[in-house]
C-alpha cells in the first residue's frame, strides 16, 4: 500500500462511495475520512445518489423471507445509541485501573458477538460496520494488546498481529484533536525511527494503523498540525511499547 | 424533495423517504417490530433487488437481504439523520453486505469468477416493471442521461457488478486510476442531476 498524497487519496471518495476500494485503499481511505470533512461530505453526497440507483432493478424477494426476517428480529436486540459525545471528555470518576477494565471487556466482545445464523462484522462503536480489516487483525491468533489510559481522558489500545504484518488502534473516549490539530498515528522501526501510521480525529474508533507493522517495536500518537507531519514534531500522548504487549 | 408520489404506484418507496423512513428507523432502535414490518415492506424490494443483481445467486442473495435486515434491526440506533437518509443509510449498507458476499466467495473460489460483459444489461434499460412510471423512476433515468456512456459503463460494473475500481479498469481495458475518476465524475454527475446530497 502506498501511502498517497491528499489529491490522490481524496480521488477514491467515487469508489468509496459504492465500495469498489480493494480491502488496503479501503483502510487508508477510512483513516483519512476520519480526518476530512470535505470527503466525508463528498461521500455522504454520493452515497445520496447511490440509493436511487437501485430503484431501476427491484425485484420482490421470496414471501417467506419476510416470515423468517420478522422472527428472527424476536431474538435480536437492537443495540442502544451512542452517546459517548454527550458525556463530558473527561472520565475522572473511574479509577484508571476500572476504566481499563472495562475497556478490555468492551475490545474482547469487539467481532465476537454471533447471532443466530448470522456472524455481524461490524464495530460496535462507530462507522456502521466498516470494521473487517480491523476485525481480520483483531481476530488473529496472535494477536497482542497494548492497553493504555489517556492523560485526557478516555483509554486506547494498540493490538498488533504479526502474522497479519498489521496493527490496529482502538479507542473509547478520547478527547477531539484540538481546534487546527489532528491526532497522528506513528509506528516506530526497530532503529528507532517514527513512521507516520495515519490520522484520527480522536472519540470512539477503531482505527488500522497504516503501514507494515511486522518489525515494529512499538505505536505512537501524537498532536499535529492539520493534515499531519512527516515526523513528530511534539511528545507522544501515547505510547505504546510491544515488549509489553499481552 | 417536492415531489409527490404517484397514486398508482403502491410498490414504490415515499417520493420523501428521508422522513418517513428515518422515523420508522428510530421507532426500530426502540425495537418497535411493526414499524420494522413497514419499514421492511417498504424497502425490501430495492434491498433485494440491489442484491440480487450484484450477488446473481438467488439462494445466496436470499440469505444477504435477510442479514441485511437483521443488521438494520440491530444497528437502527447508528443511524445519523445530520449524516444522510436513512435511505442512504439502508442501501449503503445492503450494498457493502452484497459486496462482501462476492469477494468473500470469489476469494474462496477464483476460478469460478465469470464476467459476461454482453450479459449485463445497463440499469436504465431494466427498469422494473411496476416501478417505471414512478416518478423517481423518471428522475433516475433523466439523471443517468447525464452521465457519459463511459462514466455510466465504469460506475454500473462497480455498483452493480461489485467490482473494484481496478478490476473495472482491467475489464475496461483502461490505465488504472481512470476507471476510479470515472465512478466519481459518474456519481457527482449524478447526484448533481439528481439534486441530492451536498
Same mark, same amino acid.
Given at each position: 500500500m502506498s501511502s498517497g498524497n491528499a489529491y490522490e487519496i481524496h480521488a477514491l471518495s467515487g469508489a468509496y462511495a459504492v465500495d469498489a476500494l480493494d480491502a488496503d485503499e479501503k483502510v487508508l481511505f477510512e483513516q483519512h475520512l476520519a480526518a476530512c470533512p470535505a470527503c466525508q461530505a463528498e461521500v455522504a453526497g454520493l452515497r445520496e445518489a447511490t440509493a436511487s440507483l437501485a430503484q431501476s432493478v427491484e425485484a420482490d424477494p421470496p414471501p417467506t423471507l419476510r416470515d423468517r426476517v420478522l422472527a428472527d428480529i424476536r431474538t435480536v436486540r437492537p443495540l442502544p445509541p451512542?452517546? &459517548? $459525545? &454527550?458525556?463530558?471528555?473527561?472520565?475522572?470518576?473511574?479509577?484508571v485501573r476500572r476504566r481499563l477494565t472495562a475497556f478490555a471487556v468492551a475490545a474482547a466482545l469487539l467481532g465476537v458477538a454471533g447471532v443466530g445464523t448470522v456472524v455481524w462484522h461490524e @464495530?460496535?462503536? $462507530? /462507522?456502521?460496520?466498516?470494521?473487517s480489516a480491523a476485525d481480520r487483525i483483531l481476530r488473529a491468533s496472535d494477536a497482542k494488546r497494548v492497553s493504555l489510559a489517556l492523560d485526557g481522558g478516555g483509554s486506547a489500545s494498540v493490538v498488533r498481529s504479526v502474522s497479519a504484518g498489521r496493527a490496529v488502534l482502538i479507542t473509547r473516549g478520547m478527547p477531539s484533536a484540538p481546534t487546527d490539530k489532528v491526532y497522528e498515528l506513528w509506528l516506530q522501526t526497530p532503529a528507532g525511527t517514527m513512521v507516520p501510521a495515519g490520522l484520527m480525529s480522536g472519540g470512539s474508533r477503531t482505527v488500522v494503523l497504516d503501514? /507494515?507493522?511486522? @518489525?515494529?517495536?512499538a505505536a505512537g500518537i501524537t498532536v499535529e498540525p492539520?493534515?499531519? $507531519?512527516? $515526523?513528530?514534531?511534539t511528545a507522544p500522548i501515547a505510547l505504546f511499547d510491544f515488549e509489553r504487549a499481552t | 424533495m417536492s415531489h409527490l408520489s404517484?397514486?398508482?404506484? #403502491?410498490?414504490?418507496?415515499? =417520493? =420523501?423517504? #428521508?422522513t418517513s423512513l428515518g422515523a420508522l428507523l428510530r421507532r426500530c432502535a426502540t425495537g418497535d417490530e411493526e414499524c420494522f414490518a413497514e419499514l421492511y415492506d417498504l424497502t425490501s424490494r430495492r434491498v433485494h433487488g440491489l442484491v440480487l443483481r450484484v450477488v446473481r445467486d438467488p439462494a445466496q442473495a436470499e440469505e444477504v437481504t435477510q442479514e441485511v435486515y437483521l443488521q438494520v434491526w440491530r444497528?437502527?440506533?447508528?443511524? =445519523?439523520?445530520s449524516k444522510g437518509s436513512a435511505l442512504a443509510w439502508l442501501m449503503t449498507l445492503a450494498h457493502r453486505r452484497a459486496v462482501d458476499r462476492v469477494r468473500s466467495a470469489e476469494a474462496a473460489s477464483r476460478h469460478d469468477t465469470t464476467y459476461h460483459q454482453g450479459a449485463h444489461a445497463v440499469p436504465h434499460d431494466t427498469t422494473a416493471e411496476g416501478a417505471e412510471s414512478s416518478i423517481e423512476a423518471r428522475r433516475v433515468r433523466n439523471a443517468l442521461a447525464e452521465l457519459t456512456k463511459v462514466q455510466r459503463e465504469a460506475l454500473e460494473l462497480a455498483y452493480? #457488478?461489485?467490482?473494484?475500481h481496478t478490476e473495472v479498469a482491467t475489464m475496461l481495458d483502461l490505465p488504472v486510476g481512470t476507471a476510479k475518476t470515472r465512478i466519481r465524475d459518474g456519481l457527482i454527475r449524478l447526484r448533481d442531476a439528481m439534486g441530492v446530497g451536498q
Open positions: 451512542e452517546v &459517548e $459525545s &454527550e458525556r463530558p471528555t473527561k472520565v475522572r470518576a473511574l479509577p @464495530n460496535s462503536t $462507530s /462507522d456502521q460496520g466498516r470494521t503501514g /507494515d507493522a511486522t @518489525n515494529a517495536t492539520k493534515g499531519g $507531519s512527516e $515526523s513528530p514534531t | 404517484p397514486v398508482s404506484s #403502491g410498490e414504490s418507496l415515499p =417520493d =420523501d423517504p #428521508g444497528t437502527a440506533s447508528r443511524y =445519523d439523520e452493480f #457488478g461489485g467490482y473494484t
